[in-house]
């Protein structure tokens, strides 16, 4: 009871401040106590010897800088001080500090002769800050005393064995026997007693039981050094029982450490953000209509309805809904109000109290500077009617405020609501007071006594969830790029994980928009891997389950209401254990692909294509292409990061080993058939892999990436050569269209996992190859978003870059906006041929011999996406100003510049997807990195292809020697790369294959 206090009924440790811990891992409000034990961990904590550190949660302590406390030498008890103005002073406590540093008196609410022969050289004064070092040494005798009477009153233990209890003051006993100037006689006979101003009940300790104590600890403790460090840049505010000191705290500004932001608005909800003044403060609260809230006030823990002026002065806490109503009638300033939750003899109740800025609880009625809502007590019985008598019972206690038995808390005959103190303000009708009389009534310092904590703390927590989840709908809904982690781990946290899953359900189901039904439910499978809490095995992994087939058929196809609601079916039997909750999490993040696929083939839009004549039966149509190496913005292309954020990719197409490592050909054949052969190496190389179709059921495997020759049964499906599914057979659709069946062939030099865009050129090798057999044509643009759909259809995803890359003759960058559909806009960067020249001689290619690992690399990068944590918001950012700095250094024909901005990208690429270098790749860059410009592992890392710009030019064998001289860098190979200049080309050629004709250039 003695440290209660009656701003906020948590007490002061749990006083919410109006700050954000922006870098916390789960959101929550900021209490006084975070704070200290933030300082004390990470800023006053660190070095100490073993020991005990005692912190007061009685003040706001303030530490900017990281103070280097020396302990060489230490023994005994050290204190920390806060160095603070004589005038504040006055009312605290001040160490007087020798010349060694020695603690010689402690003096509390001195005289301003005696507070300044404690000053320091610049005047200010040392304050008592309430945190305190005892010696490991110290701390044993200290604990040894519980067992000496009457000391063993201060413990539970003696409390228990019959004793009286005992009240000691760690400053003005404990410590202030060992203060060197401090003499026995004095001490014990307790001339130098102090009674803090923050207990609202005095001491019941009789005076010669203080004595005897305080002989025990002069005999325990006398002796035992005490010394003082100096926080010169501190900052110490004492909470006191002034209402308009609590509220200058609650209002101020300035952050208290560096891990922590002062806002005017933290953790609430506004329908009119305007209204509020910036010097306000609004901690934990909704404010749903027009509500006004001036300088210098503070709403906090209320839900708040309708139209509200608060003026300024003003303190709103624990007010709701209902209670709000009464406020819209009137013009507030200068008061604070609070809601109270109470329990009393088995009745939970909640009652409202309200008092003036500038009353003080505690001096006497008596006083003539005693007021109530900030009038003489006679000018208020007079408004009022109210009468002395009914307020201060005959009784020990003082005559103040702290003590009127002013706020109702139950009527026989009515309810009780803010009303009832509401119209203390200013009488209104003989009914008022009436109700007033008849009511039980209580005094602050009983309805202290008597505080309902858990009640306050649900109520609380209801008002956070509330937030939280309109916070949720809002962040998805406008696509900010703000992390929900904090959020939904709070929730987990605090057991209210159901309700934030029915928002994420909500929204997915509602929203027209399929991007943001994605992050939706890329939201829910956080919220699932959150409540495994670590357990349960690995995020990324397979999400194929069959019970979850249904489910995913319906938002294939298009049906995204019904499909989330089947999710969620689903999702109630995965909930017991956390394996099943990782499981669950996995087919999640299954279900936000698939509106991922759905969201990026609306680059459909974006095709075009024309008929063309129909080559003759058996004339090969051949594609072929050069590979691609991306210089910089990679990622930014990748959906769901391309059209949330927008990307910006600077590609180069190059030929290696002088040749077009990628290619297809197609021609039509009499069989109405399709003949499909794959081959391993190169056009004429390796084992060839062939596959015959002579049905649609055969196709039926085209969105499965893994099945032999899926991409190519894609392609005939996506350029609607063949409809599938149809109830027209294979052989009929191709007799129709096309008098017979097609053979298609594919080809690649490169190894698989290079890094170089493979896949995603070879798609369009393959479709530019079909579509100019089929009888059609389309341009270089239209055929980068064909080859978007096609990846979509295949199940791969995919992001542009690779088909830019490869197809695009030459230099160039490809830009996409943050919108569906999505299109992408191509822009081809000038080069003369002497620097083209010039930037062949410095490309080299050097395969690590490592194969390139992406598939959970992409599972990760698109999961902290989603979870938009500020490294990768931040990080995809610089992706892009990189990209648009290094098309200025192409243009600019600036080796360095390149090469420094190839150096950032490979950075940016580790940041995006931790784990991407392969040690053997760090060491192979270490060894090459006094030989290069720049230098980066091609594609998403972690493997395949390097590739150098080097300091000189011509130096292929160079850097084979440099690498060969190095061991343990496994079977590597280096190459030469060109810039290739033509991009994708089309030959239609004669039966045996020889050329007749370019098409595509």
């Known amino acids: 009871m003695g440290r209660d206090f009656p701003f906020d009924d948590c007490g002061r440790s749990f006083t919410c401040f109006p700050m954000e811990n922006p870098t916390g891992k789960a959101e929550a409000l900021v209490c006084n106590i975070d704070v200290l034990l933030h300082l004390m961990t990470h800023k006053l904590g660190p070095g100490s010897p073993p020991g005990v550190w005692v912190c007061s949660t009685d003040m706001i302590l303030t530490v900017p800088s990281y103070p280097d406390i020396c302990w060489d030498g230490f023994s005994g008890v050290r204190v920390v001080s806060i160095p603070g103005t004589v005038s504040y002073a006055r009312n605290h406590g001040v160490y007087l500090i020798d010349r060694e540093g020695y603690i010689c008196d402690i003096i509390y609410k001195g005289t301003e002769e005696k507070i300044k022969e404690c000053a320091l050289q610049d005047g200010r004064v040392p304050l008592v800050s309430g945190i305190v070092f005892f010696s490991s040494e110290t701390a044993e005798k200290l604990l040894a005393t519980h067992v000496i009477p009457p000391l063993d009153g201060c413990t539970y233990m003696g409390l228990d064995s019959g004793a009286h209890p005992v009240q000691l003051s760690i400053f003005f006993d404990i410590l202030l026997c060992m203060a060197r100037h401090i003499g026995k006689e004095a001490f014990v006979d307790g001339a130098r007693r102090i009674l803090q101003s923050g207990d609202i009940t005095p001491p019941s300790t009789d005076a010669a039981t203080m004595s005897s104590a305080r002989a025990a600890l002069w005999q325990e403790l006398r002796g035992i050094p005490i010394t003082a460090v100096l926080i010169t840049d501190g900052g110490y505010d004492y909470m006191s029982l002034s209402p308009d000191d609590h509220i200058r705290n609650l209002t101020r500004r300035g952050n208290v450490s560096d891990c922590f932001v002062s806002r005017h608005v933290v953790y609430s909800k506004l329908t009119h953000p305007a209204l509020l003044n910036e010097n306000c403060s609004v901690i934990n609260s909704l404010l749903d209509g027009e509500t006004r809230v001036d300088a210098n006030s503070v709403v906090q823990h209320c839900h708040l309805e309708g139209s509200i002026h608060l003026g300024s002065g003003c303190l709103l806490s624990g007010v709701d809904v209902p209670s709000s109503l009464a406020l819209q009638r009137r013009q507030l300033c200068d008061v604070i109000i609070q809601g109270h939750h109470i329990r009393l003899r088995g009745l939970q109740l909640r009652t409202f109290t309200i008092m003036g800025r500038l009353d003080d609880l505690q001096v006497p009625f008596s006083n003539r500077s005693s007021t109530f ?541 931790p784990g991407c270098e392969p040690l053997a790749v760090r060491e192979m860059m270490t060894i090459l990195q006094p030989h290069v410009h720049g230098q980066s592992l091609a594609g998403a890392g972690g493997g395949g292809f390097l590739y150098l710009l080097t300091r000189k030019p011509r130096q292929k064998e160079a850097i084979e020697r440099i690498l060969r001289a190095s061991e343990g860098l496994g079977n590597f190979s280096v190459h030469e790369v060109e810039v290739d200049e033509t991009g994708l080309t089309v030959c239609l050629t004669g039966p045996e294959g020889h050329p007749s004709l370019t098409l595509i250039t």
């Open 373 to 913: 809502l900030n009038v003489p007590w006679s000018t208020f019985f007079e408004r009022t009617g109210i009468k002395k008598e009914e307020m201060w019972a005959p009784s020990r206690l003082e005559n103040n405020l702290l003590n009127a038995q002013l706020f109702p808390i139950l009527h026989a005959s009515e309810p009780i609501g803010l009303e009832d103190v509401l119209w203390l303000l200013g009488r209104q009708d003989g009914r008022d007071l009436r109700k007033w009389q008849s009511a039980w009534r209580l005094s602050m310092r009983e309805i202290l006594s008597c505080l309902d904590q858990q009640a306050e703390l649900a109520w609380r927590q209801q008002l956070f969830l509330a937030r939280a989840q309109h916070q949720v709908q809002s962040t998805l809904h406008t696509r900010r790029d703000s992390s929900l982690c904090p959020l939904i781990r709070a929730a987990v946290c605090e057991g209210h994980e159901q309700q934030i899953l029915h928002t994420l359900d909500t929204v997915a189901a509602t929203t027209k928009d399929l991007g943001v039904a994605a992050r939706a439910l890329a939201c829910v499978a956080d919220v699932l891997g959150c409540m495994a809490r670590g357990r349960g095995g690995l995020r990324s992994g397979p999400a194929a389950n069959r019970t979850w087939t249904g489910a995913f058929r319906l938002l294939e196809s298009g049906n995204v209401a019904l499909g989330v609601e089947k999710l969620t079916e689903e999702r109630s039997k995965w909930l017991s254990r956390p394996d099943l909750l990782v499981r669950a999490a996995r087919h999640y993040e299954g279900a936000e692909q698939i509106l991922i696929r759905q969201a990026v083939m609306s680059a459909h839009e974006f095709i075009s294509m024309s008929k063309a004549e129909l080559p003759p039966m058996n004339h090969w149509l051949v594609a072929e292409c050069p590979a691609r190496i991306d210089i910089s913005g990679g990622w930014s292309d990748t959906p769901p990061i391309t059209y949330e954020h927008g990307g910006v990719v600077l590609d180069v197409a190059v030929l290696v080993d002088k040749q077009k490592p990628i290619g297809a050909k197609a021609r039509r054949i009499l069989e109405p058939k399709l003949h499909l052969v794959m081959s391993r190496g190169g056009r004429e190389q390796g084992m060839p892999l062939e596959i015959t179709c002579q049905s649609l059921d055969d196709l039926k495997d085209y969105c499965q990436p893994h099945a032999p020759g899926a991409l190519l049964k894609a392609a005939f499906i996506c350029t609607e050569i063949i409809q599938y599914p149809s109830q027209v057979s294979l052989r009929d659709q191709l007799m129709a269209g096309f008098g017979g069946g097609f053979e298609l062939h594919t080809w690649s030099s490169l190894p698989h996992g290079s890094g170089m865009g493979t896949s995603s050129i070879l798609a369009g090798a393959v479709v530019a190859a079909l579509i100019s057999a089929a009888g059609k044509s389309c341009d270089t643009t239209s055929l980068i978003h064909v080859v978007l759909h096609l990846e979509q259809i295949l199940t791969t995803g995919g992001g542009w870059q690779d088909q830019v890359g490869g197809l695009v003759p030459g230099i160039k960058v490809g830009r996409s906006k943050p919108q569906l559909p999505l299109r992408v806009d191509i822009e081809r960067i000038p080069a003369t041929g002497e620097f083209v020249k010039t930037l062949n001689d410095h490309l080299l290619l050097v395969y690590t011999g490592k194969t390139r690992l992406a598939r959970n690399l992409l599972q990760d990068v698109l999961r902290n996406w989603y979870a938009r944590l500020p490294s990768i918001v931040q990080n995809t950012d610089a992706l892009v100003r990189n990209a648009e700095e290094c098309a200025q250094a192409f243009i600019k024909g600036d080796l360095s510049w390149i090469g420094r901005c190839l150096n950032t990208y490979w950075q940016q690429k580790k940041c995006m997807a």
